[in-house]
């Protein structure tokens, strides 16, 4: 019957992936062959057609707008308030006459100086005297290294001054043409006006200062020369001001009125070669043919089923958990086929940019955090061959596309709150943006480079929907993720905030169970997070009785030593049941409840079972067991063995690490022995790596502590009491 063959997983799976499969079908196919135009470029019209309606000329109207925009640029550049001061051209000025200066200077110290004549007062040094030779051959270094054309007089003056005159002409030539070229606009016309007012501003740069002034017989030939070494750098300093000039060109194309293609108007007509304009205005005005493309349908088809099996094949190979499990595949499912939507809706826009906008990282991420990141990584190329079907196979848009997916799963691989998300969106329109710059440079599509901040965006809206969808799908498909998992982790969540007040010692009990089970769980590739926050809340049934569990006892007195040994044991055991029913009422995730129902298995309570036997009374074993059931994953089976490992260690009296080791291993394997870890996936292998972790975090918190000295100890108090306080 239907109903029988309904109950077969099998048959459910076939159907479920069926329905995904023809919705994704479906999206494709609704509007997304592209139209047949009745007339392509290069053809030859065979009949006159006319506007039906008034539109933009959109080819024509942009060519204007780019011819009015160079116009106006070229014509702004005979505007001299359209141009700056290149700072470079001071700087070029200043290294010349640098090397100039230091040139001079290692000249100078092998030229032979003038004696004064007996008698005479020297006042700054002798005066050097340069020979012919030497003069030549500084200008022709000079000409060789700056450019520069310095003539023999200004060479003299510079190898013939005392060292009072060089160093106010290096101080004079440099300072001038420094503020010159730094300060003042000059353009090629402006040169001889500046040239004749160095030579008239050059005494006050000579004389000012801070050095001793120029002895008189050398002031004129030292004024000469910094007119000449000012003259000699002097270079039009303006280039165009880039912003004014695209402000201009923008300014330009806007006041542009866009030619119009007025109803009625014939666009083509009969034995007219269609061209890029024509083809352009016929498919604005809407007059292209609809024909029916059953090759494409038919390829459509074939490639989406081509990338179904893909997914089923690794599912089969890797994920067979998600096979197994109907709300994974209908999550699955669910996310291929929203992010297909999202594609053929912006598809829909006629905007050559939109190809950039497809957001599949978004469901990259979505399936890293709730599902597995190598899965997300297959979805991601699948979407990449549909965003290739959309986008009439452009390269660029399939490389953006996913570039962006695969950053998405390696951003959000590690997340320990909800605003990772957004940094996981920021580090995927990083990667969009500099996807779409390298395929740029290296098409040399400069088109497509002016399209680059659309991967910024991209990756941001991912990260918003990413941080919308996740709250609801996680409580649609019962999912708990990391990051579902940290929020229930933080202590002022109502469960644990009660077990912190109401049951402190077992708080505090849990959380070094938690420690134990995170650190060992990582040590055989379990979930370390999963097994840290189940171990927080793996006793939270004991809040209905706390006072009848011995580590929230304060008095020495124990309640059950008045009770009857059954009836201890049934208290004990209904914490389990007690734990389910609050965790049920606060909605804490099934796999938190699995924590709760499995952290005893089947174990025997042995302690009243034992007293028991010891009042000679006639007992059934499974009477003093927990209900169970055993552990089923890696991670209840660690919290299993963490909480029996802590509360034996915590009952040592002196906790030695050799005892501690002796003592886990002997619990471990008296739960193997026992069964209760028969049905997790433990190996015994993986159960000698979770001793060693049981033992070095058991080991940092027992400890053994140095004695503080009695004396010591009273002069730290006194310190406390009479030292400065802050």
Do not use: C
Not at 58 to 87: G, H, M, S
Not at 172 to 181: H, I
Not at 246 to 270: C, F, H, K, S, T
Not at 272 to 287: F, M, N, S, Y
């Amino acid at each position: 019957t239907i109903g029988g063959l309904w109950k077969k997983d099998t048959v459910r799976h076939w159907v479920l992936a069926s329905i995904v499969y023809l919705t994704l079908v479906g999206i494709l196919l609704a509007n997304l062959i592209p139209d047949r135009a009745e007339l392509r470029v290069g053809q030859v019209a065979k009949r006159d057609i006319a506007a039906p309606k008034t539109i933009i000329n959109k080819y024509q109207t942009e060519q204007l707008k780019q011819e009015q925009a160079e116009i106006a640029a070229q014509q702004a550049l005979q505007n001299p308030e359209n141009y700056v001061i290149d700072p470079k051209v001071a700087t070029a000025a200043r290294e010349k006459l640098g090397l100039v200066f230091d040139r001079a200077r290692q000249l100078r110290s092998s030229v032979e100086p003038v004696n004064p004549p007996e008698g005479a007062e020297v006042e700054s040094g002798p005066v050097l005297a340069p020979t012919a030779g030497q003069i030549a051959g500084f200008q022709e270094e000079i000409q060789s290294e700056t450019a520069l054309a310095i003539d023999r007089p200004t060479i003299r003056v510079l190898l013939s001054s005392s060292y009072q005159g060089f160093e106010r002409l290096e101080q004079a030539a440099v300072t001038m043409a420094d503020e010159l070229l730094g300060t003042v606009k000059i353009g090629q016309e402006d040169l001889p006006q500046i040239v004749q007012r160095v030579s008239e501003q050059v005494d006050g740069y000579l004389v000012g200062g801070e050095l001793e002034a120029v002895p008189q017989a050398e002031y004129e030939p030292l004024t000469n020369a910094v007119a000449s070494l000012v003259d000699s750098v002097l270079r039009p300093n303006l280039i165009p001001d880039e912003s004014k000039l695209q402000d201009i060109r923008n300014a330009a194309a806007a006041a542009v009125e866009p030619v119009m293609v007025l109803q009625g108007e014939i666009v083509v007509r009969r034995g007219d070669v269609i061209t890029r304009e024509k083809a352009q205005i016929l498919k604005d005005l809407g007059l292209q043919r609809r024909q029916t493309d059953y090759l494409a349908m038919v390829g459509i088809a074939g490639v989406v089923l081509l990338a179904s099996v893909f997914i089923g094949v690794y599912l089969w190979q890797h994920q067979r958990e998600v096979i197994a499990n109907e709300g994974l595949m209908a999550l699955l499912g669910l996310l291929l086929i929203i992010s297909v939507f999202l594609i053929k809706i912006l598809s829909l826009i006629t905007w050559e940019g939109v190809g950039y906008l497809v957001p599949i990282s978004f469901a990259a991420m979505l399936i890293t955090l709730l599902l597995d990141s190598r899965l997300a990584i297959m979805v991601v190329v699948v979407l990449g061959f549909i965003v290739g079907i959309v986008t009439g196979f452009q390269l660029t848009t399939v490389a953006t596309a996913i570039a962006g997916g695969i950053a998405g799963v390696f951003s959000v691989g590690r997340v320990s709150q909800r605003s990772d998300v957004t940094r996981a969106g920021f580090i995927v329109g990083a990667t969009n943006f500099f996807t779409i710059v390298s395929m740029a440079l290296a098409t040399n599509n400069i088109f497509i480079l002016r399209h680059s901040y659309l991967g910024m965006i991209n990756g941001i809206f991912s990260a918003i929907l990413t941080i919308g969808l996740l709250p609801y799908l996680e409580s649609l498909f019962g999912i708990t993720s990391s990051i579902k998992l940290l929020e229930l982790s933080n202590p002022n969540r109502p469960l644990l905030r009660r077990l912190l007040l109401e049951a402190p010692g077992t708080y505090h009990h849990s959380i070094i169970v938690g420690n134990l089970a995170e650190t060992a769980s990582e040590a055989v590739g379990g979930d370390g997070l999963l097994a840290r926050v189940g171990a927080n809340y793996h006793d939270i049934g004991k809040l209905k009785r706390p006072y009848l569990f011995i580590e929230n006892q304060i008095s020495a007195e124990n309640p059950h030593d008045k009770l009857s040994p059954s009836l201890s044991t049934l208290i004990i055991t209904s914490h389990v049941k007690d734990g389910l029913e609050l965790a049920k009422q606060y909605k804490l995730p099934p796999a938190l409840l699995d924590f709760i129902a499995q952290h005893h298995g089947e174990d025997l309570v042995k302690f009243f079972h034992h007293k028991a036997h010891e009042a000679g009374l006639e007992v059934d074993e499974n009477d003093f067991r927990y209900p169970g059931p055993k552990p089923q994953t890696k991670e209840t089976a660690i919290v299993m063995l963490a909480d029996s490992v802590e509360a034996a260690v915590r009952s040592l009296s002196r906790p030695t690490p050799g005892r501690i080791e002796g003592l886990v291993r002997k619990i471990i394997k008296t739960r193997l022995g026992d069964g209760q870890l028969d049905e997790s996936s433990l190996t015994l292998k993986d159960l000698d790596k979770i001793a060693h972790a049981f033992v070095q975090v058991l080991g940092g918190i027992f400890h053994t502590r140095v004695e503080y000295p009695e004396s010591a100890l009273r002069e730290e108090l006194v310190k406390g009491q009479t030292g400065p306080r802050g």
